[in-house]
């Protein structure tokens, strides 16, 4: 029969509250308290060894105990007994501080961006008409191109003839003049 593990009371402060239970490590503590963290490592949970306080932990092993650390009474006695003074702060026109509210962020203004989708709209129209006038000019210099390459072909095609004519004159003169 293996033996059994001997149990240890852990206590940790919930509130007004300090909550015990039995168990065989700090770990297992930690778990039926629910803790995220190692409350033992940040030095919030302990070890309990004053017999009255561990009884009830130890009659329930696992189980949190839930045990008040003083009456209302004694909580309530326990607060200052001054009021704590507001920070003091800068007051406007005689107002105090108290009654001035946090400055809200203002509404977000839509100014800059219809200033700009109507920039933007001009500019892509003014685009489309600089396009249009562009494709006219090349419309144009492409008719005056065609004008000027017919006018280029005429020119070398009277010059060739002119050029064949004077080549056939010369050879039958060349000919003529060896006899």
Do not use: C
Not at 14 to 35: M, N, P, R, T
Not at 93 to 112: F, L, N, Q, S
Not at 128 to 146: N, T, V, W, Y
């Amino acid at each position: 029969m293996p033996a059994r593990q001997k149990l240890k009371v852990y206590r940790t402060p919930i509130g007004f509250h300090d909550a015990y239970v039995a168990a065989s490590s700090q770990k297992a503590a930690l778990e039926a308290w629910g803790a995220d963290a190692n409350l033992f490592a940040r030095g919030v949970a302990e070890v309990v060894t004053d017999p009255k306080l561990t009884e009830a932990a130890l009659s329930q092993p696992g189980v949190v105990i839930r045990k008040a650390r003083g009456t209302a009474a004694e909580h309530i006695d326990a607060l200052p007994k001054t009021k704590a003074k507001a920070p003091a702060s800068k007051s406007r026109k005689g107002v105090p501080a108290a009654e001035i509210a946090e400055p809200r962020t203002p509404r977000p203004r839509r100014d800059a961006m219809n200033r700009t989708a109507e920039a933007l709209s001009e500019a892509e129209a003014r685009h489309s008409d600089e396009a249009r006038a562009f494709a006219e000019r090349e419309k144009k210099l492409a008719q005056d191109r065609r004008k000027l390459e017919q006018a280029q072909r005429k020119e070398s095609d009277r010059l060739q003839r002119s050029f064949d004519r004077a080549k056939a004159e010369y050879q039958t003169a060349a000919r003529n003049w060896e006899r």
